[in-house]
């Protein structure tokens, strides 16, 4: 019995004495793990990279810049489905325990022995906290040195921050896949629905991607994401948290996945959405873009911005087919699977309902064509293959666009078409504007460009941008980037000059030959009107303005000066500085669609400065608004207690008048008069009031049509990249290319508005006169007379000089009676031309 107490003892003493060592190798591993630890305190300021969303004026989304898509949502605007999906699969005891899941830990040690020396990767035991600690303070090595370190900074996390905190880094911080980060990124990224849209299944199936989302991928591997998925099912239902019934309802669901793009999702938004990301780019910088989770609000409608998209789009393609059909983009062996073939090559995503097709089989009637297969969310080719017919009715545009049979039209299609051929087609119409079933029409690329920019002329936000045929072929933005000349749509500017310094729209010009000696061995410059060798003599600004008569605005520009319109110029932006070299009052220098839409809108809304936006608002992750646009101070809107009658709310506007009111509707005057009876009549089809000016550059290289209503600017041209002439004659006009464009675009935008005259401003006097020439009309005089607008101190003359015609001391102002008609000595002598 002695022995046995002294054993016992004994065993007693080694006990305490091992426990003892234990307990100080357990407080040495943690004093020794402890020394390093991250400092977890930073996750109370924890700001993680959330992307950026930009909103058309709709709300609709336009564009996401991210380098991890994240939303960071707060805990309480996570749904209860979702967070019991994500505790079912990863934490189920997470609101119970401490940091550690000891239990977990036990399951997960068995499993390491079981599979020892197997090469397979341990189990984890890791509770969310854990994960919490290891994503955001540790790194992903396997080893028990870093389970120890995690297990240490999960216990103090769960001292410091509530378990709502916890989970809410959690579920805004884990990669599901897909480049998405975080449940509300997912939840658009694989569903396009915010996380309360979401079926169980659908929860299920995210909260069963955190471990293994590349294995569980929705279409590669199917059969084991919906295996996992409904695992995760199981156990919502095995915890209580969801009835038997929708379990079974949720089993059933199929797997079905959105494909979600990282560009623009407003059809033909796409030049205006990069303008956007380069702005804020160069307002905050690559981190505040890509990671600052801005919410931008732009001032892109989608509406106007569709209408834009497709007006400037069938302009430039009808112009291209006129030129001819160039042939097939390319040459396919269409033996064996055409289709896999097909595919190899790049076809352009952004010009639906466009697609890329192959020739199959020809003959005089049709060609059968095969379209390029479309790929699935992972990226593999669908296996159908779909076919179509190419009739006569479908090529009948398509003339030989060079060699012996140029200009000539094809009498068979196989005279076109050709096996093999890679084309574009879209579907073929009836005259009655119905489909033709399974009858496609030939498309080609145009070679052609341009440019048109809409713009609200009292704000300056730009309503709708289009910067080319397609963004996915060029990303150069012809609204912003391309410098063009603009020709005679500049002219208005140099008018504008003249008639806010004493001339009025009844000043009488003359329209004759005329030689600029340009010196320093510059040779003589001799500057034609686009009717080469037709001249009338003495001519009203209006007259002169209405029929784009470039000798007289070379003697405008020479009687005001060149420095006063660079000053003008400069004013309304069109170009930061303008050489004092006559040729540039013809529109020589080079400028934007985005600054002539500018100038003109300044003309458009009485002449205050407004500076072209995109943007309406920027707002940080915080909701704080950091930029707005419209500076205008609002008084009276912030009425304390309400309303109680007082007096209504005033905008105060203190942007800078650039023109004087009153000058602003005598040129918008003048250039209504282009519209109704000059080179843009074509736009007159609109039936609203529209003020504008075409342009043609020297050798027709640019088409322009800049013009306005009261509440809508539109600028638009047409050239090619690499300048050379659109043609000949009036065919290659802004008149008969850009014009047409901008009246089938304002038909459509103002189509549900009222023809709102343009509003008279105080001051202005509207006298009748004589429309030839610029005089008074005579008592009950009233044919061929118009009302003109005139400025207090002016009037129209009872008779009149001429600008261009020098007196004794060389200023020019003879009696009309005295001046040289154009059929009584004015000769056109051979020049090299000038811009109409």
């Known amino acids: 019995m002695r022995l046995l107490v002294r054993f016992m003892g004994f065993l007693f003493a080694a006990g305490t004495v091992l426990f003892l060592v234990g307990v100080g190798a357990v407080a040495g591993l943690i004093w020794h793990f402890s020394k390093d630890l991250p400092d977890y305190s930073q996750l109370q300021d924890y700001e993680p990279p959330v992307m950026t969303r930009v909103h058309a004026v709709d709300g609709s989304l336009l564009g996401e810049y991210a380098k991890e898509r994240r939303l960071y949502l707060p805990i309480q605007a996570v749904p209860k489905l979702v967070i019991n999906a994500f505790l079912a699969a990863e934490d189920k005891n997470f609101y119970e325990h401490g940091g550690i899941d000891y239990t977990g830990m036990a399951r997960a040690g068995v499993l390491y022995l079981q599979n020892f020396g197997s090469n397979r990767r341990p189990q984890g035991a890791s509770t969310i906290t854990q994960q919490v600690a290891k994503n955001f303070l540790l790194t992903n090595e396997v080893s028990f040195a870093r389970k ?41 990224v694989y569903f396009d629905k915010s996380v309360n849209e979401l079926t169980v299944a659908e929860a299920s199936y995210l909260a069963a991607l955190p471990k293994m989302p590349a294995t569980l991928h929705p279409v590669r591997n199917r059969d084991r994401a919906i295996e996992r998925r409904n695992y995760v099912i199981d156990r919502l239902v095995e915890n209580g948290w969801i009835k038997q019934a929708d379990a079974e309802k949720a089993r059933k669901e199929t797997l079905a996945v959105t494909n979600r793009s990282n560009g623009a999702h407003t059809f033909a ?18 981190k505040k873009l890509y990671e600052g989770g801005l919410s931008v609000r732009t001032t892109l409608d989608p509406k106007i911005q569709v209408m834009a998209r497709k007006t400037m789009v069938s302009g ?35 010009i639906s309902p466009w697609r890329m097709a192959v020739v199959l089989e020809t003959s005089d009637q049709s060609a059968r064509i095969g379209f390029q297969p479309s790929r699935e969310l992972g990226g593999a080719l669908s296996k159908q293959r779909e076919t179509g017919l190419i009739t006569l009715d479908g090529i009948k545009w398509a003339r030989a666009a060079s060699g012996a049979a140029k200009g000539r039209a094809a ?10 051929d890679v084309i574009y087609a879209d579907p073929l119409y009836s005259k009655e504007g119905q489909p033709v079933e399974g009858q496609y029409r030939l498309r080609q690329i145009p070679e052609v460009s341009g440019a048109m920019v809409v713009m609200d002329p009292w704000t300056g936000r730009v309503l709708a941008m289009v910067g080319g045929f397609s963004f996915d072929q ?42 600029i000696d340009q010196g320093q061995g510059a040779g003589v410059w001799r500057p034609e009107n686009f009717s080469s060798g037709k001249f009338q003599g003495p001519v009203t600004l209006r007259n002169a303005l209405r029929q784009s008569l470039n000798t007289v605005t070379v003697r405008l520009a020479q ?23 006559l040729s540039y009052a013809l529109g020589a220098g080079e400028t934007t669609a985005m600054r002539m839409v500018t100038a003109y ?59 004087d009111s009153m000058t602003a509707y005598q040129i918008t005057e003048l250039m209504e008069g282009v519209v109704q009876a000059g080179t843009a009549t074509v736009v007159r089809e609109v039936g609203k009031p529209i003020a504008g000016k075409t342009g043609t550059t020297n050798e027709a290289k640019d088409a322009w049509f800049v013009g306005f209503s009261p509440d809508v600017a539109v600028a638009i041209y047409m050239g090619y990249d690499k300048p050379r002439a659109l043609g000949k004659g009036n065919a290659a006009t802004g008149g008969h290319l850009a014009a047409p464009i901008a009246r089938d675009f304002l038909k459509l935008a103002l189509a549900d508005k009222p023809a709102v005259p343009f509003k008279v ?23 061929g007379t118009i009302l003109e607008a005139f400025k207090p101190g002016t009037a129209p003359p009872d008779n009149y000089s001429v600008i261009g015609v020098a007196d004794a001391d060389g200023r020019g102002g003879v009696p009309a009676s005295q001046q040289q008609q154009p059929d009584s000595g004015f000769f056109m002598r051979p020049g090299t031309g000038g811009l109409y």
């Open 559 to 581: 009687d005001i000066g060149m420095p006063l319109i660079g000053e003008y110029a400069r004013r309304f932006g069109v170009y930061d500085e303008l050489p004092n070299y």
């Open 316 to 350: 430039l393609v009808n112009y291209d087919e006129q030129q001819g059909y160039r042939g097939a983009m390319s040459k396919l062996d269409i033996s064996g699977d055409w289709g896999v073939k097909l595919a190899e090559i790049k076809s352009l995503s952004d």
């Open 148 to 188: 120890i370190k995690e297990a240490l900074l999960a216990m103090r996390i769960e001292k410091t921050y509530s378990k709502d905190k916890i989970l809410e880094l959690y579920l805004n911080e884990i990669y599901l896949g897909l480049g998405a980060y975080g449940i509300a990124a997912a939840s658009l």
């Open 269 to 286: 938004g796409e030049y205006f959405a990069e303008e956007v990301r380069r702005d804020i780019f160069e307002r905050y910088g690559e």
């Open 474 to 515: 060029s990303q150069f933005n012809r609204a912003t980037q391309a410098y063009r000349q603009p020709g005679s749509s500049f002219k208005p500017i140099v008018y504008s000059a003249a008639l806010d310094n004493g001339y009025t729209p009844s000043t009488v010009v003359l329209d004759a030959p005329i030689e």
């Open 601 to 659: 809108s300044m003309l458009a809304n009485g002449g205050r400065r407004v500076k072209p936006t995109l943007i309406d608002r920027i707002q940080d992750r915080y909701g704080h608004t950091i930029f707005k646009h419209d500076q205008r101070e609002c008084r009276g809107c912030d009425a304390p207690g309400g309303w109680k009658n007082q007096n209504e709310p005033q905008l105060i506007d203190r942007r800078e008048q650039v023109l």
């Open 411 to 420: 009498t068979a299609v196989s005279q076109v078409l050709q096996p093999g």
């Open 761 to 783: 401003p105080a001051g202005i006097k509207l006298v009748r006169v004589v429309a030839k020439t610029g005089m008074r009309a005579g008592p009950g005089e009233t044919g």
